[in-house]
């Protein structure tokens, strides 16, 4: 029989007293459960393999054992498995064997079942699989037989909730469900107490739900989307479900996984994919470049669509109106959103998954590093490698304490420059690892002719290849060959594949140095980076020999201010040099540009790191390191920063620095006379403690402090959202939740937001602030801070 695996879970019966692995398949007749017989085991090396046996056995701990070979590194291990019962007793046979025995070394101890059975029978999810039923039995496999590559056909529906909110934050124990909004492939409804179109109308919540769980049991999604609904919609429908004496089956044996500051549910039958949490990290590592992640934001970055909004604080106050037509709209393109996002997000998390060998679910809660474990933990047994430990407390503490040095960095003298050429090497760090078989256990105290020397005076073999090396020269090869092939197709498929293949191979460098790392180094770590800035240097002194003048260099990255040279000088250059570099490197060209701005720090005269705005020769604007690309300043701040900025680079400079004045007077004008929506002045930061861990006053503890009050669960990783109000003496009195303010401090915004904004770029240009504030009272600024 064949069917694609959508995901595995682990059961134990007690009254078979077996393990089983649970795995969720989807074939022509819809998804089936079918079970695999899977034990745990540890590997241990010892002279006394029958002493270890005898001392379980006192415990009534039933064990088998099998001979194995692994490497650790170029070392030959003969291991014994020690194959259990339970996973449960993985940790307690470790702890008896080390206080009865000495001698005994412990080995992939820490390795989860379901991930565990994954590895060894080296099955990529989300890959059609072939497999052999038990004939007492059907439901059990008797063995997996081959699998093969192909696209699943997902099928997948959207889900999202509207509540009452009379105290802006609905309280689950007394505030109701409104209305559950849907969409699929086919078709887009509510289901809510109330008749009118796209409406499926119920008699009360408790209802609803049930007609939410019976579409669920029709459809049959392989995938339910939502969004932000790990914290929200999932366990309110959960909490009212049960005040209301329903049970829901799709909710039935739902799971609470978390992993870090990560929190989300598993279905039983349903893969569930909370969206914020992938665009969370789409967007750390600048796949997506938005810091609100809203649901609106997100749709319209994804799809080029505007969705429709009411202000969700006062979603009572829609439902409490006799014609409820906006509150049904909003709730129905939530859903909408929701769907067309996920629907735009799944092929990269589909490759993500197969390419990392984890399950959708998984990957959806995944940071970088873990996908860049799991893909070398699969990689290392297919390879007879040995799986390291995780690092333990006082390991990961010592690592913390001693930072890795970074890239390079020669920061720009500020200014307006015309005609410069961005330079940037391929993948600098992956090429890296690859080129010098940086590798945890290549490291040597050799000194001859077979070793790389790095420049920091770490030294690493050049054969036989490192783990590490091996597998992303795999994944770098097969995304060169997709390149290739994306050429002459448009296929979404392939695009995600080449996008997964890069997200994995920057991530390993990270990975290296990452203190929670099995495969952590500080040597390797720190040679990456120490070549990377020999590379760069190089190839800046290179352009200084040709006649470039050198604007500025990040890590990887090269400013070249062309003065009179040609593009075909640029060319010239990046060919002859890159005939210096080892095989696997490369210096591209990344684009040309007809105009830069990089602006001075505050106390530095020279440039900022990263902060910096490019004007493409097709009219693009790349800009970096602004205010405008930062969530902790206001829509005002960078909509002006904007609107100067591509005056500046579009314009002459005369007729630019007249205008930029212009429009900094107008928006002051008219916040002045509070002319603007307040939502413009709403100002987002990150929780980085929880509440009672802050010592100093702050706007985002203060409104924070303002949130609880009125019931709301705020603490450490909480996005806040504030304005500064007239109502206060003080910042921090003046801070109030987005949802509470009713008004907006008119001089605060203009000396604390959009003239700092504005003035970084303007000061460049020979204009001052009090250019600006000129006839106006001069007020002082004391009174603002506490």
Known sequence: MKSILLDVDYFFSKKLNEGFIVLLLKGKKGLIRRFYRFDPYLLLSTDNIDKVLEILKKEGIEAKTEKVERFLGNKKLDLFKLILKKPSLVPKVKKIIENSLENVNFYEYDIPIKKRFLIDEQITPLNEIYYELDEKNKKIIKRIIKQREKIPKIKAMSFDIEVYNPQVMPNPEIDKIL?????????????????????????????????????????????????????????????????????????????????????????????????????????????????????????????????????????????????????????????????????????????????????????????????????????????????????????????????????????????????????????????????????????????????????????????????????????????????????????????????????????????????????YSRECAESITAWGREHIKKAAEEAEKQGFEVLYIDTDSLFLLMKDKKKEDVIKFVEDFNKKLPEKMELEIEDFYKRALFVSKKIEEKGAKKKYALLAEDGKIKIRGFELVRRDWSDIARETQKMVLETILKKEKEIAIKETVKIVKEVIEKIRKEEMPIEKFVIRTK????????????????????????????????????????????????????????????????????????????????????????????????????
């Open 179 to 519: 209305m559950i909004s849907c969409k699929t492939e086919d078709k887009a409804f509510v289901i809510s107490t109330i008749e009118g179109e796209n409406l499926e109308k119920v008699k009360d919540e408790k209802e609803m739900l049930m007609t939410l769980d019976r579409y669920i049991e029709e459809i049959k999604p392989d995938v339910l989307f939502g969004y932000n609904s790990s914290y929200f919609d999932l366990p309110y429908i959960s909490y009212r479900a049960k005040i209301l004496g329903t049970s829901l089956k799709f909710l039935k044996k739902m799971k609470k996984i978390s992993k870090g500051l990560v929190k989300s549910f598993k279905l039983r039958r349903i893969i569930h994919i909370d969206l914020y949490h992938v665009a969370m990290l789409l967007s750390l590592m600048g796949i997506i470049e938005s810091e609100k992640l809203t649901l609106s934001e997100l749709y319209k970055l994804l799809t080029g669509k505007e969705k429709f909004m009411i202000n969700r604080d006062e979603i009572w106050k829609y439902w409490e109106k006799s014609d409820k037509k906006e509150l049904v709209k909003y709730s129905l393109e939530d859903a909408v959103a929701t769907f067309e996002i996920g629907k735009t997000l799944l092929p990269l998390e589909i490759e993500l998954a197969k390419t990392t060998k984890t399950t959708l679910f998984d990957v959806s809660i995944a940071t970088a590093g873990q996908l860049v474990e799991n893909a070398l933990m699969f990689f290392a047994y297919s390879k007879k490698n040995l799986i390291m430990p995780r690092p333990k407390q006082d390991e990961i503490r010592k690592r913390l304490l001693m930072p890795i040095k970074g890239g390079f960095v020669k920061l720009p003298n500020p200014g307006l420059y015309d005609n410069v050429a961005v330079l940037d090497f391929r993948g600098l760090y992956p090429s890296i690892i690859v080129s010098y078989n940086i590798d945890p256990y290549t490291i040597t105290e050799e000194n001859d002719e077979n070793v790389f020397v790095s420049p920091i005076g770490v030294k690493f073999k050049k054969e036989p290849r490192g783990l590490l090396p091996s597998l992303l020269d795999e994944i770098i090869t097969k995304r060169a060959e997709i390149k290739k092939m994306l050429k002459k197709s448009d296929d979404v498929y392939l695009k995600a594949r080449s996008q997964a293949l890069k997200i994995l191979a920057n991530s390993f460098y990270g990975y290296l140095g990452y203190a929670r790392s099995r495969w």
């Open 687 to 786: 929780l980085n403690k929880d509440l009672e861990e802050y010592e100093a006053k702050s706007p985002e503890l203060s409104a924070a402090k303002k949130l609880k009050r009125l019931g709301r669960n705020v603490g450490k990783g909480s996005l806040i959202s504030y304005v500064i109000t007239k109502n206060g003496l003080t910042i921090s009195e003046k801070a109030y939740p987005a949802e509470l303010a009713n008004n907006y401090d008119p001089e605060y915004y203009i000396r604390n937001q959009v003239l700092p904004a504005v003035m970084k770029i303007l000061k460049e240009l020979g204009i001052k602030e009090q250019d600006f504030l000129n006839n106006v009272e001069q007020r002082s600024l004391a009174k603002f801070f506490d």
